[in-house]
């Protein structure tokens, strides 16, 4: 069950996601779908402390820690469209199979270029771990799917959903060149 922090999260990356993707022609809703889910993905696979300052941002990352936890987003994913009273039945995901919407127009690595940091601000504000912030961004993830209703089907948003959980879980991230509190406490006289 979701904390009430991690509530008030997700409903601050909802407000971002939709600020950094608004053009003069609105939000392309399956990009705004993937950016939540790719989030909570990246979220997740940082979470897991795996070295991956070692790697190249962008490539393929395999573990087993992400495919024991992804699926917990989905389930929170789907437990928030509940809640939300989307109308959803499991059967019609298999009958939507042909139909996956339209691309996102951003690739992994460019929504958390677009929203990481940002991210990672609210994420201390409520102060949530990686993991909590993952099923934060899940629940955002679950608004998107319930907003654009009207322009995709909400079983093809799951899958858009689903799908990106897993891109953001399994593609290394940015490298995020994040300041801590500590740096900014060190007294103006020391330079080290």
């Given at each position: 069950?979701p904390t009430q922090q991690e509530h008030a999260a997700a409903r601050e990356f909802y407000g971002l996601i939709i600020q950094k993707l608004t053009n003069e022609k609105g939000v392309h809703a399956e990009t705004a779908i993937a950016a939540a889910g ?155």
């Open positions: 069950m790719r989030m909570a993905g990246t979220l997740l696979l940082r979470s897991l402390q795996l070295p991956l300052e070692t790697l190249e941002p962008g490539t393929p990352v395999f573990s087993d820690a992400a495919n024991e936890k992804g699926p917990a987003l989905v389930g929170t994913l789907g437990e928030a469209l509940s809640q939300m009273n989307v109308p959803f039945d499991p059967q019609k995901l298999e009958a939507s199979a042909a139909n996956q919407g339209n691309a996102p127009l951003l690739s992994v690595i460019a929504t958390q270029e677009l929203v990481e940091k940002e991210m990672h601000q609210i994420r201390q504000k409520y102060q949530l771990s990686n993991e909590a912030a993952a099923h934060a961004a899940a629940i955002t993830t679950a608004f998107m799917v319930q907003k654009c209703a009207q322009l995709v089907d909400p079983h093809i948003g799951f899958k858009i959903a689903a799908y990106s959980f897993v891109e953001g879980a399994k593609t290394v991230p940015q490298r995020l060149a994040i300041s801590t509190n500590e740096e900014s406490k060190k007294p103006w006289y020391k330079i080290w």
